[in-house]
Nanobody
Framework: QVRLEESGGGSVQAGGSLRLSCVASADGMPCNAWFRQRPGKEREGVAGVLFGSTPFYADSVKGRFTISEDNAKNTLYLQMNNLKPEDTAMYYC?????????????????WGQGTQVTVSS
């Protein structure tokens, strides 16, 4: 089973930027995504990409976050701009083992260990 390792989290002020990275231990799955879990909330989808298709985003991050991948490096990225305090969360990289490529369900994903993002006002 592929293993995922995130990096790039940290603490920034509102309006700042961070770029998260996720390296896969082997050739990646065709569908990859970023999820996050805010304090006291369930894990939610943030951005996803199916190889060769247009990325898709949660409404709350559209226009601010960009997901991309470098298949030669088995690496998935999440560029986060204009960060807001409500973006504070643990961010998880995820690779879909099978099924529909979507942010609506957490089923059938392989997860990384997470990286913390904290945005102060």
């Amino acid at each position: 089973q592929v293993r995922l390792e995130e990096s790039g989290g940290g603490s920034v002020q509102a309006g700042g930027s961070l770029r998260l990275s996720c390296v896969a231990s082997a050739d990646g799955m065709p569908c990859n995504a970023w999820f996050r879990q805010r304090p006291g909330k369930e894990r939610e989808g943030v951005a996803g990409v199916l190889f060769g298709s247009t990325p898709f985003y949660a409404d709350s991050v559209k226009g601010r976050f960009t997901i991309s991948e470098d298949n030669a490096k088995n690496t998935l990225y999440l560029q986060m701009n204009n960060l807001k305090p409500e973006d504070t969360a643990m961010y998880y990289c995820a690779a879909l083992r099978g099924g529909r490529c979507s942010l609506d369900s957490r089923e059938n994903y392989v997860w990384g260990q997470g990286t913390q993002v904290t945005v102060s006002s």
